[in-house]
């Protein structure tokens, strides 16, 4: 047989299939492995005895479907470096017009108004109990940077973008969607998208304002504090996905807002934390120790060498938020010039006057999370640094599903990990069950709209997004807890409160003020201390909570029966009786083992 290299097989041009009556089975093979050499030469090794058997007779017609896909000989189609065997001619940022054009199909034309503030919706539903601790998520998608627009080709190209609202009925809380276009190139060289939608209580998009996401997520939060309750909001996501632009933001819009209540003081403390190095970003004293937070045996969180500042007014928590600001621990890395290195934690406290009840409002801009794509350029410093930070985000986030998971009437006995890091255990009251007041989080998940970057914009959705369920939703067919202070009427908790305390709280039906036991559960303390004096009121409000606290952990049955204490103390005598009886077997066994040794 002569070399396929030089034969032609019909001398006629080599654009034209010859007449396969006048051609042999051998004569194609060799004119159709020329065709594979020249425009496709990683699949020449198709050219075999088992193709030429299945395409005998119809040769003409393989060779004209081989040239309407890859092209007349010697001039192939551009195929995507993302098609098997491609010879990488196309890459996505080859088909941004496209894509984008694919994107903007995705997104609806209008959106209603959000009209439902989703952090007091969730406090006040009672599910089966009271909602002690409630996790309202939210994402937000920066826009395209001007140094982002100005770069030619390449992926710079929004791709992830807010979606459709839920449920925009006025009286429900709702979700938000948002959308992760993953832009792909498929075999035929066509671009195509693959969307990915993630479900939020609130999805702020690229116009969306400071301003707009303090008054929808941290303006509830502000009057928790000042009630003596806590909340807690934080921002997670990618370096350089906006994550300090939004927590900044927020620190401003508190400046101005209603904070600084008559008859409260305002404190301020800011701190800076990676792993167990924990830094006072406003100490004054340069010599000062350094910061230590732990747990006193009472529960109560310490922390030691820490300055707190006194604010009288607005320009004066500016002035220390400016501060902070400013020494923000940051480094260049691979997606951000000024990254941050390290957790910053802003602490505002409000103390009633009046009572001495002291609330407290966390705002907390994490540390960046990074793929090995961003980290891969980092020196040893800065790799223990992202592995540090990407613990910490780690163990929050397995804190936030077990406690939401604990909230679940009989499910109490799952282990919150809070104390596994100093970040979680500085805001242990959101993790505690037994903690007795209310506590609000929001977290904020921010993520880059680059088509660079959809894979880790797609991690961080995927990772907060099922944070929101809601707590304490809980099963259908749960028994009625009567002894939950939440599920009692006015009446009841009249004659609860009576039994209790007797005539210490006075005249009840004016303590409990028409009240129904959730509403009484979701007073704030200083409440409690109007209603019944400051040591009368204490005594109820403790004892309220210490049984919202056994209704969270009291044990079920699978069917969502209550075990009962009598219940337990039987399950406690039966296994009693099961140990003696089986040290009695085996007492037993050993006099026989005895006789026959």
């Not at 075999?48 to 010697?74: C, F, H, R, T």
């Not at 350089?240 to 632009?245: D, E, L, Q, V, Y």
């Not at 970057?453 to 991690?459: G, I, P, R």
Request: proline share 5%; aromatic share 6%.
């Amino acid at each position: 047989m002569e070399d396929p290299q030089t034969l032609n097989a019909t001398g006629a041009d080599e654009n034209v299939p010859c007449n396969p009556d006048v051609a042999d089975s051998e004569a194609w093979r060799l004119k159709i492995f020329e065709y594979y050499k020249t425009n496709q030469p990683s699949k020449i090794k198709m050219v075999n005895s088992k193709m030429m058997e299945k395409w005998a007779g119809k040769y003409d017609v393989l060779y004209q479907n081989l040239i309407k896909k890859y092209g007349p000989l010697g001039k192939p189609l551009p195929v995507s470096s993302l098609a098997p065997g491609g010879g990488g001619k196309k890459s996505i940022g080859d088909f941004k017009d496209s894509i984008v054009k694919l994107v903007a199909k995705a997104v609806p034309e209008h959106l209603p108004e959000r009209n439902v503030g989703v952090v007091k919706a969730k406090a006040e539903v009672q599910a089966n109990g009271l909602e002690t601790s409630t996790f309202t998520v939210c994402s937000r998608v920066r826009p395209i940077l001007p140094h982002e627009l100005e770069q030619e080709g390449g992926e710079n190209f929004a791709v992830v973008v807010p979606g459709q609202r839920i449920d925009p009925t006025p009286s429900k809380p709702y979700t938000e969607e948002m959308l992760a276009c993953t832009p792909k190139v498929g075999i035929t060289g066509k671009p195509k998208v693959e969307t990915s939608r993630f479900e939020f209580d609130y999805a702020f998009g690229p116009d969306s304002t400071n301003s707009d996401i303090y008054k929808l997520t941290t303006e509830p939060l502000v009057e928790r504090c000042l009630n003596g309750q806590c909340g807690v909001i934080f921002a997670y996501g990618q370096t350089g996905s906006g994550k300090t632009h939004t927590m900044n933001g927020i620190m401003d819009e508190l400046c101005e807002s209603d904070i600084f209540k008559e008859g409260s003081e305002v404190d301020f403390t800011y701190l800076e934390m990676l792993g167990a190095d924990i830094k006072d970003c406003l100490a004054t004293d340069p010599k000062a120790k350094p910061v230590a937070i732990g747990e006193a045996l009472d529960g109560r969180i310490l922390t030691r060498n820490v300055s707190v500042h006194p604010c009288a007014d607005s320009s004066a928590l500016k002035a220390l938020v400016s501060r902070a600001k400013s020494l923000r621990a940051t480094a260049a890395t691979e997606k951000n010039a000024a990254s941050s290195r390290a957790h910053g934690i802003g602490i505002i406290s409000c103390k009633d006057v009046e009572t001495g009840v002291t609330g407290k409002l966390y705002v907390i801009d994490l540390a960046g999370s990074e793929s090995a794509k961003d980290s891969k350029k980092h020196d040893s410093k800065r790799m223990a640094e992202t592995k540090q930070i990407n613990l910490s985000l780690s163990n929050l986030k397995e804190c936030i599903r077990a406690r939401t998971m604990a909230s679940e009437p009989g499910m109490g006995g799952i282990h919150v990990p809070y104390r596994r890091n100093k970040l979680t255990l500085l805001i242990k009251d959101v993790f505690e069950i037994g903690c007795p007041r209310i506590c609000s989080t929001v977290v904020m998940t921010n993520v880059s709209p680059l088509a660079s970057d959809v894979a880790h914009s797609c991690n961080t959705l995927k990772y907060s997004g099922p944070l929101r369920v809601a707590v304490g939703k809980g099963k259908g067919n749960l028994q009625k807890d009567e002894e939950d202070p939440a599920n009692w009427t006015v009446q009841e908790a009249e004659a609860r409160i009576t039994d209790a305390f007797g005539s210490e709280v006075g005249d009840v039906k004016a303590f409990v003020g028409g009240l129904s036991g959730v509403q009484l559960c979701s007073l704030p303390e200083k409440d409690y201390l109007v209603r019944g004096g400051n040591e009368v009121g204490k005594k109820v409000y403790l004892w309220m909570w210490a049984l919202i606290s056994d209704a969270k952990t009291r044990r079920r049955r699978d069917d969502g029966t209550i075990i009962t204490k009598e219940d337990e103390e039987k399950e406690r005598l039966e296994l009693i009786r099961q140990k003696e009886e089986k040290a009695a077997l085996w007492a037993e066994r050993e006099k026989h083992l005895r006789k026959e040794f």
